[in-house]
């Protein structure tokens, strides 16, 4: 066998599986047609009135089919299809015209087989135009021979060539049927494989769908087990923390309190809800700083404030207030207050503070606070062109009454002692127990010597009354030392120096007076 002619009856191969197969399908097709073209020019041309032009039609054929072949490797399967199949129709329809004078049971099966054909092997459009000009020409050629409009048809001799013809032609519909029944055996076939590959493929999406929904309800139950613990924490710790809580709405009522607030204000929380907060724990003199409190809290700050505040039967307490917006994402819906007793703290800080400025015996001024004062006069005289006396007082005889009687009425005579002194002075003057029995005083808005004289006369003459200790009387008297600014010092330790010598020249003098400081 030559190439050229192994190649043409070698169906043609191509990368896409679909079609090889259609191509495949054409090329038998082809050549069965090629046989059938073949056959009908052996019987048909030697016998016909016209061989000339049954020889035309048979090379039509032959030369429309060999066309087809050699272009079907190239991959225009619809494209030879098409011409393929317009050859065959117009050879059938020309011969069953001009040859045979009408339609008889061998050109109505040619003209099956073509439609089988052009549906089998045409998609869309093609299919309908040749089914279209089949049923056309057929129906032409079929009323022109009713009217008698077509020549005399040539009759087949013998029944031998009529076994042939319809032989041929049952050969080619049993393969259009057989290559129709394959397609569609196919078509079913791969519907099932598709079926198939849904059934699973829906197979894994329930199970990852039933994987998903499992994981979901897994993650939404620890989820909700984690709020769960968070809120059972949350609660807890409001409620046993010793610090006060109240929660507010935005009208500023109450909504709810822990115990600590109940215990620190007296009130029982189910009488509470819907209540001011402010009014309920705030007197007339701090309601309005409660007020102003509780709007910076609704502008969305955070305040911290020490403040004062009263209990159910109105004693009051001081705290230190926090307090906060509680916002849900954007949205602020209430307030949280919180109240920390420091009460007793706070005590402690004042006494702290009292005791570093103050005697902690006589409850007089201490040195410290006796110099911070002093600094405080000679600043105002100074700007007001005035004098200031600073007083030094020793008590004489105290060591005696302390020897003698004890320390405890020694110490209950200095604090008699103070009470007296603090009676005879001025709002605006300072007397401070410098320690053991020696007091010290600044008086301001002195004009001359002869005031500071004046007032030391009148101290002399009060701690000379006696004085009444555990039922004992007792008699002191004091010796007091003078200075002056700005004529003696322009600063606190010069004048409270100076003060001092001039009362140890009392002292040497005899006691019970008082001097004014001299250089001499």
Not at 245 to 266: K, T, W
Request: proline share 3%; net charge negative.
């Amino acid at each position: 066998m030559t190439p050229w002619l192994r190649t043409l009856l070698t169906p043609p191969s191509f990368d896409d599986a679909e079609h090889t197969r259609q191509a495949a399908i054409l090329h038998t097709l082809l050549l069965v047609s090629l046989g059938a073209a073949i056959i009908f020019g052996s019987l048909l041309v030697p016998t016909s009135s016209k061989p000339a032009l049954n020889a035309a039609i048979v090379g039509v054929m032959l030369g429309a089919g060999l066309l087809a072949l050699l272009q079907l490797r190239h991959g225009s399967v619809h494209t030879i299809s098409f011409f393929f199949c317009l050859a065959i129709w117009l050879a059938l329809t020309y011969a069953a015209a001009n040859l045979h004078g009408g339609l008889n049971i061998a050109m109505s099966g040619a003209y099956i087989i073509v439609v089988i054909g052009a549906g089998l092997l045409l998609g869309g459009k093609y299919a309908f135009l040749f089914a279209g000009l089949c049923t056309f020409s057929g129906t032409a050629l079929y009323l022109a021979d009713q009217d008698g409009l077509l020549p005399t048809a040539i009759t087949l001799d013998g029944p031998f060539r009529g076994v042939i013809y319809l032989s041929t032609y049952f050969v080619l519909a049993a393969i259009m049927v057989y290559l129709v029944d394959h397609d569609i055996r196919q078509a079913l076939q791969s519907a099932r494989s598709h079926e198939r590959e849904l059934t699973e493929k829906n197979r894994e999406l329930e199970a990852i769908r039933g994987s998903l929904e499992l994981q979901m309800h897994e993650q939404a139950s620890k989820k909700a087990g984690e709020i769960l613990r968070q809120k059972q924490f949350f609660q807890a710790l409001v409620e046993n923390t010793p610090i006060a809580i109240v929660f507010l709405d935005l009208n500023d009522q109450i909504i709810s309190v822990n115990p600590a607030f109940e215990q620190l204000f007296g009130h029982a929380e189910q009488d509470l809800i819907g209540l001011d907060l402010d009014q309920l724990v705030s007197d007339q003199e701090h309601l309005a700083e409660a007020r102003h409190y509780t709007v910076r809290a609704h502008r969305g700050e955070a305040v911290h404030a020490t403040a004062r505040r009263q209990r159910k039967n109105g004693k009051p307490i001081d705290v230190e207030i926090f307090g906060v917006p509680v916002k849900v994402g954007d949205n602020q819906i209430g307030l949280l207050a919180l109240y920390n007793d420091i009460t007793e703290q706070k005590y402690t800080e004042e006494t702290l503070k009292y005791l570093a400025t103050h005697d902690p015996l006589t409850k007089l001024p201490n040195r410290s606070l006796f110099y911070d004062r002093l600094k405080h006069a000679l600043s105002n005289a100074q700007r007001l062109g005035q004098q200031v006396a600073v007083f030094f007082l020793d008590l004489d005889g105290f060591k005696a009454v302390n020897d003698g009687y004890g320390h405890e009425t020694g110490d209950l005579l200095l604090q008699a002692v103070g009470k007296r002194l603090q009676q005879q002075v001025r709002q605006s003057d300072t007397v401070t127990r410098l320690g053991g029995d020696e007091f010290a005083f600044v008086f301001e808005n002195i004009n001359s010597r002869a005031d500071a004289a004046v007032i030391a006369e009148k101290l002399r003459a009060e701690l000379g009354k006696p004085f009444t200790v555990k039922s004992r009387t007792l008699h002191i008297t004091p010796s007091i030392g003078i200075s002056l600014a700005p004529v003696d010092g322009n600063d606190p330790e010069t004048l409270l120096k100076n003060a001092d010598a001039a009362m140890y020249k009392v002292k040497d003098l005899g006691k019970d007076n008082y001097q004014f400081f001299s250089q001499s």
